[in-house]
């Protein structure tokens, strides 16, 4: 995997909540045995109408977005299907990081993004940036304003720069250390595992699966 | 220190805590599906590494199968690609593979505890997020992306970060015809699909206790689509009868059972074992329940209208339009005048013996309205045998179903089962989301029997006081 230290790149307004990994990336694409070829077909049903061509009612073909990198949406991104597909068609349709709320404490707390999604783009250097609602809100109200917004992710100092033409706005995000330092690195999961193939082997000695041969 | 039965789980299968704040957990079995496989075998050819341990893994195929009499030939090409990739695969890394045509085929759910694989106490994983449902073991499992695939089939670990324990105590006893599809999807409507999220459920009280195993696999099934990644149920009478009743291959016998089941009646949470979340829903008051939207959570009781715009907690006005418009379906409907087009029975959700047995009750002497088409799917080709033998076929082909052999169907449609765009369906698979069953369908989820009763109809019907249609 490349490592992720910066990159800066121009906002996309996605202005659903709950986008679920079978809009991200329909069944029909999961036939694949192949890693690539899915951007073109990141939010196929929403993107294209029957025919084939662009819909031009989906906000993310309006062509001042067509060079945006950032994803910008509100919350439980990716939800359902553990399809990685899902990530591999946003990697490849160009977005390196996702913007998404969290909303509330405790009981209440719902994520910026699903579980198995998150964990997805920790493994394929996509960065899942959580905000506070309102601070998504004021993002989104500046994206609709200002055509080519764009904004910098900085994963180092876990900020988000909102480059707006009357001056920079900065937001401050909450990023897991492991993954932070495992993106920055571009590590491989299996080949940092492996180092600890003693510890798993004396496991395997003491631990009984019941397997039946 | 009191644990509970997810804690016991995670220490006993915990290799080592890392210096990043993951810990790696061992995984005692790897289900494996033609879908999201291909990329993870490619990856340990890439980089020249084996499966580190080939027994403790399992394939099927049952996503891309067709299920009509016409299956051992895929038309589709792209289909049919991915699942000779699967069986090269497996032949390549001496993999169990029960493919199509071989009579422990199945979706990959409903094989795993049917073939004694899933057993309380062990970790399981699968790239599929309907890992969940062997939860109903007592089993912490729990779906994956492929790049983890390729990681447990590398090294049979997984780095994870401990996840938080929410307990869901079901009290009471159930109405008749009201069962545990209806306990799952209630329990979402509360807490939304993402309640559960970084979660691990724990489903106990009276109501499922009195559960049987095929029930409680329906619930932990759909943890999911409340957020949580894993659903636990104590394991107990019930699960070790299921385990040792009939012959699962791969389940202990003998000494070794005895030696097991004295592990697995130590698995249960403590009596003082402390959650991080407690919620208390009371079985008695639970409604049959029908999803009206575009989301698991967008959910009522049968007896309900279709909400307004600003009556659905968790969801914005425009979200619901958006749902209902999709929907084909306007505020304030009674869902009893909803009329599908078709009845899907099937899914890991609700495709084992029980779950045909429930359908076969309400579907028995009777036959479908003329404007539905009738689907019933088999989880499994041992399901299918089963239900044969008990004479369940001929019932469902009595009363107009079409009865198919074993696969995902129509739960995903990646094979050739699919809604037509603005077909409406009531289903008893897991996800109502937009073109989950075929781009621009419309799907309801139900319980099998609100689905089988809907058929006989030609529209929903509240199960608890329908008349047979007489």
Redesign the interface.
């Known amino acids: 995997m490349d490592a992720f230290t910066t990159h800066r790149g121009i906002l996309a307004p996605l202005d ?3 986008v ?1 990994t ?2 991200i990336i ?3 694409f ?6 690539t070829g899915f951007g073109p077909s990141a939010f196929f ?1 929403w993107r294209y109408q029957i025919d084939g061509t662009p819909n031009p009612e989906f906000e993310l073909n309006k062509p001042r977005y067509a060079e945006r990198s950032i994803l910008l949406t509100r ?2 991104f990716g ?7 899902a ?1 591999w068609a946003l990697a490849q349709d160009g977005y390196r990081a996702i913007v998404a709320p969290f909303r509330g404490e405790g ?1 209440d ?3 910026g993004f ?3 999604f998150k ?2 783009c920790s ?2 250097g996509v960065v899942t940036i959580e905000l506070s609602e309102d601070a998504v809100e004021e993002i989104f109200q500046a994206v609709f304003a200002e055509e080519g917004l764009e904004a910098s992710v900085n994963l180092a100092d876990q900020k988000l720069v909102l480059h707006k033409a009357s001056g920079d706005v900065e937001y401050a995000f909450d990023y ?3 993954v932070k ?2 993106l920055l690195k571009g590590l491989d ?2 080949e ?3 180092q ?2 003693d ?2 082997r004396q ?2 000695q003491k ?1 009984d ?5 | 220190m009191a644990k509970t039965l997810f804690e016991k789980i995670w220490d ?2 915990l ?2 805590d ?1 210096p ?3 810990s ?1 957990l ?1 995984i ?2 790897h289900l494996v599906h033609e ?2 496989s ?2 993870a075998f ?1 990856g340990l050819r890439l ?1 020249g ?1 084996k499966v580190r341990h080939p ?2 893994t399992f394939s099927t195929m049952d ?2 199968v067709p299920t009509d009499e016409n299956r051992l030939n895929i038309q ?1 090409p ?2 049919a ?2 699942v000779e ?1 699967l069986e090269k695969n497996c032949a390549d890394f001496g993999v169990k593979l029960y493919g199509i045509g071989d009579s422990r085929q199945g979706i990959v759910h409903v094989i795993g505890p049917e073939l ?1 694989i899933t ?1 309380p106490g ?1 970790t399981m994983v699968c ?3 309907h890992t969940s449902t062997h939860g109903a073991f007592g089993t912490l499992a729990f ?6 695939v ?2 447990v089939l ?4 997984l ?1 994870q ?1 401990k996840a938080r324990t929410f307990k869901v105590e079901y009290t009471g006893k159930l109405s008749p015809h009201v069962h545990s599809k209806d306990m799952v999807l209630k329990l979402i409507g509360m807490i ?4 559960g ?2 979660s691990v459920f724990e489903f106990c009280g009276e109501a499922v206790r009195g559960l049987s195993m095929e029930a409680r696999m329906t619930i932990c099934n759909m943890s ?2 409340g ?1 949580a ?1 894993a659903g636990l149920i104590a394991p107990d009478e019930t699960t070790f009868e299921y385990i040792t009743a009939r012959d699962r ?5 003998g000494a ?1 059972l005895e030696r ?1 089941l004295a592990q697995w009646r130590s698995l249960p949470s403590d009596p003082d074992a402390v959650f991080d ?1 407690t919620l208390t829903i009371d079985a008695s008051k639970i409604a049959p329940q029908v999803t009206w939207g575009t ?1 698991p ?1 967008m959910v009522i009781d049968v007896d309900q209208p279709v909400p307004g715009l600003n009556d659905v907690a ?3 006005a425009a ?1 619901v339009r ?1 749902a209902l418009d999709y929907m084909g379906l306007e505020p304030g409907q009674k869902l009893t005048d909803i009329r599908p087009d078709t009845i899907f029975i099937g899914s890991c959700t609700n495709s084992r013996i029980e779950d045909l047995r429930r359908a076969a009750a309400i579907l028995k002497g009777r036959k479908k309205a003329d404007s539905i088409k009738l689907l019933v799917v088999p989880g499994s080709h041992q399901v299918r045998l089963q239900a044969e033998a008990e004479g369940l076929d001929k019932v469902f082909k009595d009363a107009g179903a079409e009865w198919r052999w074993a696969g995902c169907s129509m739960c ?3 094979n050739p089962d699919k809604l037509a765009p603005k077909e409406r369906c009531a289903s008893t698979s897991n ?1 109502n ?4 069953q075929g ?1 621009g369908g419309r799907t309801h989820l139900v319980s099998p029997e609100m689905a089988a009763a809907a058929a006989v109809e030609g529209h929903f019907v509240d199960i608890r006081s329908w008349n047979g249609g007489n």
Not at chain 2, 154 to 157: E, H, I, L, R, Y
Request: aromatic share 4%; proline share 4%.
């Open positions: 659903r909540a709950n679920d079978d809009q329909p069944k029909q999961l036939k694949s045995i192949k890693r049903d919350n439980n939800c359902g299907s553990s399809r990685e597909h990530v009981d707390h719902i994520p699903a579980d198995i964990n997805n493994k394929n897991d250390a492991s330092n495992k999961d299996i940092e595992s492996l600890y193939m510890d798993i496991f395997e631990h699966t019941w397997m039946v041969s | 006993r299968h290799v080592r890392l990043d704040g993951t790696l061992y005692d079995r879908v999201t291909p990329q490619e980089t590494r027994e403790l996503h891309n589709d792209i289909s690609a991915q990739a004694g057993l062990l790239g599929d997020s779906g994956i992306g492929t790049s983890e390729e990681h590398a090294t049979q670990t780095r970060k939304g699909t993402a309640g999220t970084g999911i689509e957020g990644r291959p791969f389940a202990p016998k070794e097991a979340r989301s959570g968790g969801y914005s979200d958006k995903l449609a990646m996800r989301f937009e073109g989950r781009a």
